[in-house]
Each structure stands twice: as C-alpha cells, then as structure tokens.
C-alpha cells in the first residue's frame, strides 16, 4: 500500500482542486501521530462542556431497529429486519428506494437551533453522512446519493450550519470514513487494503470539502474500524487540518482514524460508545450516548421504556463533567424533521437545570474529590478558587 508522504499529499489536494500550500510540510504538525497528538486542544471544546449530536439519513425512513438498519437487512441478516421488509414492501426493494422518502418536509433548522440553545448545549454535531454512504450535503463524488439530488433536495448540512450559528453555537460533523457496500470500499476490502481506491476517490474529496465549504469547528470521525489509520491517510489528512485548513487553529478531532487509534491517538477520546471512564484521566474524553437507549437513528418502534429520564441524563451529565469529560447527548430526528416531542421534552428539561447550575458546568475543571456515593450523592466541579458542591437530591434532614 502506497502512504502520502507531503508532497504527493499536495499533489492529490492540488489535483483534486481542495487546496495546495506551500507551508504544508513547513508547519508545526507532521504527518505523524506523534506531532499531531503534541497539538493543545482549543480551549473553547472544554470550557463548552455539553454538545448535541444528531443522527439523520435515509436510515430514518425505515426507522426501524436502528440507525444500522441496511447493514442489518443485507448484511447481517438479521430476522427481524428481513422480516420487517417483508411484511412491509414488496419483493426487490432496494434500500436505494428509501431516499425518495427522506424528504425533510417540516425540517425547520432554526427551530432545531433554538431548542438546542435552549437545552444549554454549546455545539452541536450532525451526521454529514453515516455508514450508508448517503451524504447530507450536495457532495459532487457521492452522485445521486446526497440530500441535493433526492430526498430533501437541499443542503442540510449547510443549513443547520446557519441556523446554529445564528445562536453563537460551535457547530461539528459527523463522517463515517467506510460505506458498507460502497464498490470502491470493498474493492480495496478485497485487496486487503493495499489499494486506496476508495479513500482517494470518496473519503478524502469529502473531507475536505466539509472542511472548506463548512468550516466545522469539529470533526467526529468515524467508520474506521476495519482498516489501518495509512490506508484511510490519516495523518495526512489531520496534518492539513492543522496547518494549513480555514479552522487550523479551532477544530477540535476525536480519536477514531484507523484500528488501534481508539483511546490513542487524536484531539479528545471517544474510546468507545458510551464510554464513561468514572475516573480522572489524562487526556480530555467525550461521553457519547442518545436519548433512546436502543439507537442512535429515529425508532417509529421505540417505546417509552426505551428513552432515558431527566434523572438518568443529569446523573450522566455529572458524572462526565465531575471526571473531566465533555457530554454529547444524541436524538434522531424522523424523516420529515421533526423532534420528537419526548426529545424535546429531555433537551429543554436540562436546560432547565443548566440555567440555574450552568456556573458549576461550564468552563469547570474537576476537583481533587469527583464524587462521593454517600447516601446522598455529591459531585464536584471547580472553576479557579471556587469549589462547587451539586446534589440532585434535597437531604431529607437537610444535612449533607
């Protein structure tokens, strides 16, 4: 397998019409993880404590099972996904069919914008595309499988990015690296990845595009799982994020570039879904998780049993910002764009709560005690001299 060096990485961007710099190789980061992982955090994801993600494709159409829904049809094979589509379309269906469907209708990205201001969250972060390979944006190497060319038939990755700003919010994207059943991934997945056909020709275009037509403050990579960090050119990548992009100095990266890059390598570590560590550690983390326990996507079949309480998310929300960690806090929007009520009733319900103790959240560092499971349980931010006590239960003899 052939790996970008600097000058053949400038050749590409150069070839590819994204960018070309003469300072690429001169910059302070190199190609390499142990320059890029040298690089400080901006201060700003920090200090901002508290994000919403946003999972929302064609996969909303079927929403059914979860967000995974065609790798779960064709790919798995799971009963119960084969036996949805047969109850409910007929023979030779293509998930290809769904898009039509995915229109967007009452999506109104200003609404979206000020409920998320309003649950107290300071970035937000959408899917540009999922694992499905259907892009959010117009993008010109995704042909007739984009939010321009059908479904919505409008860019929804730049609206959102509007809106959100209109309201000071940072706002981040969402990219899987992979497509399940993209014929140039599985060309290069036959060749055991010794052939970069794919990422040269979909993954890389992409990524500098959402970069240079968005200026994304954050980029949630993901889809990595199955091939090294030099097949997806990574570093390369990262190295022209950092240097020489509009947002070299303010984008802020995860940690999911390639097998082993997980918990390793990166801005802040997502290590895994839902990872939540219950202890300080020394590099900044993200706790990811969704409002529906059971998906990430809209479910037309999730039950009231399957969404998480006020209570459950603000002891989630502590617990990340007691150790040191971010909280990112997912919902899945359905088809048409809307919120579901049940959603909106969570966000707005620790708004409420921020509104009143946002001072211990944000821009908090932890204190030398996180946390204390006394009968009545205590944890513990700082910010300078001052040391924050929050409980989320009055002591019935109101004594601590």
Request: proline content about 6%; glycine content about 8%; some cysteine.
């Amino acid at each position: 397998m052939q790996i970008m060096g600097c000058k053949s990485f400038l050749s590409f961007i150069c070839l590819t019409g994204y960018l070309c710099s003469r300072a690429f190789c001169d910059g302070p980061y190199q190609p390499n993880w142990k320059s890029l992982d040298s690089r400080p955090l901006p201060s700003w994801y920090d200090e901002s404590k508290f994000g919403i993600f946003i999972h929302w494709g064609v996969f909303s159409v079927p929403s059914f099972g979860s967000e995974w829904f065609w790798w779960n049809w064709k790919g798995r094979r799971e009963f119960s996904y084969v036996a949805f589509m047969e109850q409910n379309y007929p023979p030779g269906f293509e998930y290809s069919e769904f898009a039509p469907e995915f229109t967007a209708t009452f999506f109104n990205p200003d609404q979206w914008a000020e409920l998320f201001e309003e649950s107290g969250a300071r970035y937000v972060v959408l899917t540009s595309k999922h694992h499905e390979g259907f892009t959010n944006w117009g993008s010109p190497v995704s042909w007739n499988w984009n939010s321009i060319d059908t479904g919505p038939h409008r860019d929804l990755v730049g609206d959102l990015a509007a809106a959100v700003r209109r309201r000071k919010l940072y706002y981040g994207v969402y990219h899987s690296l992979l497509e399940w059943f993209n014929p140039l991934f599985l060309y290069d997945k036959l060749n055991k990845f010794k052939t970069q056909k794919f990422v040269v020709e979909k993954t890389l275009p992409e990524l500098y595009e959402l970069v240079m037509r968005y200026k994304p403050d954050i980029i949630w990579s993901d889809g990595d799982w199955e091939a090294p960090d030099t097949y997806w050119n990574s570093t390369g990548f990262l190295a022209w994020l950092y240097n020489d992009s509009p947002v070299k100095d303010t984008v802020v990266t995860n940690d999911r570039w390639g097998v082993g890059c997980a918990c390793k390598h990166g801005g802040f570590y997502n290590c895994q879904d839902k990872y939540s560590p219950h202890a300080l550690q020394n590099h900044k983390w993200e706790m990811c998780t969704s409002v529906d326990k059971r998906s990430w996507g809209y479910r037309r079949n999730m039950m009231m049993s399957d969404v998480m309480d006020l209570p459950s998310l603000l002891t989630n929300l502590l617990d990340t910002i007691a150790y040191g960690g971010n909280f990112l806090l997912n919902i899945g929007p359905t088809k048409d764009g809307i919120i579901a009520p049940i959603f909106e009733e969570r966000l707005r319900g620790l708004g409420q709560w921020l509104r009143v103790n946002g001072e211990a959240i944000y821009a908090s560092k932890p204190w030398r005690v996180q946390k204390e499971n006394s009968t009545n349980i205590i944890w513990y931010t700082s910010k300078g001299s001052s040391v924050y006590g929050i409980f989320t239960k009055w002591p019935i003899d109101n004594i601590l």
